[in-house]
DNA sequence: CAGATTTGACCAGG
DNA sequence: CCTGGTCAAATCTG
């Protein structure tokens, strides 16, 4: 396939602000000496942040193609033959599995239950992609790694047949959020669904929590470790490609996704 | 008021 | 019988 994918858009985005950023670091050093230092430092930084993502994506790239035969991250084999019923056969194996410090994939998942888990320390959550009624059948388990808890074991299930629901979606000029009809308070997520023509990007894709009360979107961990008595967290994340959004002009969101989850936070201070 | 989330119950496999 | 996965009514939020 000739197809870029977003993974391949990112990188060769990334590459190019890496050039750029050389480039102006260049015209910096030829530039007057009260700002030189600074203004380097900067363009740097900049280098360093697209270096990161780079790393972050490529990495992430490679992990998929290792993991699963599977190029368009959670799109897989017939939702049919991952799930003959209602129910799930036990220990039937994920699609792929992966571990994350993020539970963000850049898809827009809907959390369907919860369970505490036996002889773990942190219950399961259970999503399904929040556009099922397109069609998509894509479940995911998403789980606290126990030896790292900041960690998450996801395990993904079915087929992702949303990505042409989201090319439909993409052509028509909609209004920014689809999914979050009265919980997702945050603004950001508008920014997202006018992004989603894209495949997206589960290593770029940052935690996009949508709490009804406002907490830190960041604060992944901190959904977790609440309540012992099994409830849901609420949730409903969703991500796209910060570049396509970037382009687009709505990079706000994306810019903290990018931050967020490849930690520039460090980097821009 | 619409739609998402919460949470207990149900169901099926081992 | 236990455990894990899903459903669906109740609840909540914007």
Known sequence: MALATPTAVVLELMTMGQQSAAHLGDLLRAASP????????????????????????????????????????????????????????????????????????????????????????????????????????????????QEEPAAFVIAYYGEHTCGAAFSQQRAEPQPPTVVDSGSNAWGVFGAVDRNRGSPLMPSLAAEHDVRRHGEAPRDTSQRWSSPSSSSSYSEVELGASPVEGFLDGNFDWEWETVVNSLRFGDLLH
């Open 34 to 145: 009260p700002v030189r230092a600074e203004h380097q430092a900067l363009a740097a930084e900049i280098l360093r942040c697209c270096d990161r993502v780079i790393a972050a994506v490529s990495a992430g790239a490679s992990n998929k193609k290792r993991k699963m035969t599977d190029p368009g991250a959670t799109t897989c084999h017939p939702p049919a033959a991952a799930m003959p019923s209602k129910r799930r056969v036990r220990g039937a194996e994920a699609h792929r599995e992966v571990h994350a410090d993020t539970t963000a994939d850049g898809f827009v998942w809907r959390k369907y239950g919860q369970k505490d888990i036996n002889g773990s320390n942190h219950p399961r959550l259970y999503y399904r992609c929040a556009f099922r009624g397109e069609g998509c059948a894509a479940t995911r388990r998403v789980q606290r790694s």
